[in-house]
């Protein structure tokens, strides 16, 4: 499942290194972070560009001393443009609309001309009035989860008081609820039409937000959780009855920081991280989260998408691995979300065989999207789903450390 505010749609990085390093820039303009993390680290590169690779591996308080330094050099508006809209998807994502709200705003000073249109505008006029949310308390603890149909995890928690059991989904940059669930639970709505993209790439106006006042999943305590709030037969939400109606999406999972599950229907969540210093193998590509695979020996970048039920290939793949899509098959994907549903041209391998976290998987048959979809379908390889993290026996995320282990 994808949702994303419209707000998101564009990309600031095509223009946007124009004062920068003739290495890190093409980096920074293909959205190549885990390149561009390794060519900062190993390199001396302007500050700037350490703060955008802070920004995409969720360090932001680096990413802000970064980009403080950043000013002193006075760089050019695209890289002013561009800076803010990376604080603006890193506090989105955090659930801190007031400061998203304010990057937005300075975004569009630097760019009077790029001024979106008023319900973009509205949005984020409605940031303004929505609260940020708040860890109360974070402590390990152990619940035993169920799971969609697709084999999405579902989590039991509290909201005011009441008990649900929601989705978690690493590709919403907000959480969702129905309206009926919304009220059952006793939150209150915020009423404003709000305009969403699914993973169809297509626009369905009409939702509404409300804040949880209180929130509680597993051994972690929230204040104002914002969720966004849309009908009840929307997506798979009218498969199942009251009290399952909802995901959770970045904010809250991020606030949780830390998750395991395993085979045996057991969810670990906020516990401390293994010890010990790892390369991350997440990251931000505004509020799409990316993990680093293998195909054939190179390095690509896929969705994250614990939403999701079935794994696929974008376009970009089969335009740099053309071998593979010899013994493919003309077909079409399904692709079903917020804004309804529609199939997709595809060429179907038998199989694709990928590495993730050092772990082999197989995709088995293989869809690779012959049209571009979602705004990450411009820049990445594919999508993992619930299909292929399923063949792990355990599977561990770690935001802290921006890691994803798998066994």
Not at 230 to 253: I, K, N
Not at 324 to 334: C, S, T
Not at 384 to 393: F, H, K, P, R, T
Request: hydrophobic share 45%; glycine share 8%.
């Amino acid at each position: 499942m994808k949702l994303t505010l419209l707000l998101l749609l564009g990309s600031s990085f095509g223009n946007g290194a124009d004062r920068g390093d003739g290495t890190v820039r093409p980096m920074l303009e293909a959205h190549r972070w885990f390149d561009l993390r390794d060519a900062v680290i190993t390199g001396e590169s302007p500050a700037i560009y350490r703060g955008f690779v802070a920004t995409a591996f969720n360090h932001d308080a680096r990413a802000e001393r970064e980009f403080r330094a950043a000013t002193r050099s006075r760089p050019g508006r695209d890289l002013q443009y561009a800076v803010h809209e990376a604080l603006f998807n890193a506090n989105l994502r955090n659930g801190s609309y007031r400061r998203a709200a304010m990057e937005a705003k300075k975004k569009w000073a630097v760019k009077p001309e790029e001024m979106p249109p008023d319900r973009e505008r509205a949005l984020v006029r409605l940031f303004e009035r929505l609260p940020d949310l708040a860890v109360v308390s974070r402590k390990a603890a152990t619940v035993t989860y169920t799971t969609w149909r697709g084999g999405q995890i579902v989590t039991p928690l509290v909201i005011n008081g009441q008990v649900a059991h929601f989705a978690l989904d690493t590709d919403l940059n907000m959480s969702v609820i129905t309206e009926a669930e919304a009220r059952r639970l006793g939150m209150h709505l915020i009423a404003n039409d709000v305009a969403v993209s699914g993973v169809t790439g297509s626009e369905a106006p009409g939702a509404h937000m409300a804040v949880a006042d209180r929130l509680k999943v597993g051994g972690t305590e929230i204040r104002n959780a914002t969720f966004l709030v849309v009908r009840d037969d929307v997506g798979a939400f009218m498969d199942y009855p009251l009290g399952e109606r909802g995901v959770l999406g970045l904010p809250v999972m991020l606030a949780i920081q830390t998750f395991r599950w395993g085979r045996e229907h057991t969810l670990e969540l906020g516990f401390n991280p293994p010890s010990g210093r790892r390369a991350a193998n997440l990251c931000f590509d505004g509020t799409d989260l990316l993990t680093e695979v293998t195909v054939e020996s190179r390095r690509l970048t896929f969705l994250l998408d614990t939403g999701s039920s079935h794994s696929a290939a974008w376009p970009i793949f089969g335009k740099e691995f053309p071998e593979l899509l010899r013994e493919a098959r003309k077909g079409a994907q399904k692709l079903i979300g917020l804004s309804g549903s529609t199939n997709v041209d595809a060429a179907i391998m038998p199989e694709l065989r990928i590495t993730v976290a050092k772990f082999p998987i197989v995709l088995r048959p293989a869809p690779v999207l012959l049209a571009t979809t979602v705004e990450a379908s411009n820049w990445h390889h594919g999508t993992i789903g619930m299909d292929l993290l399923s063949q792990a026996n355990e599977v561990t995320l770690d935001f802290k450390a921006m890691t994803l282990f798998i066994k």
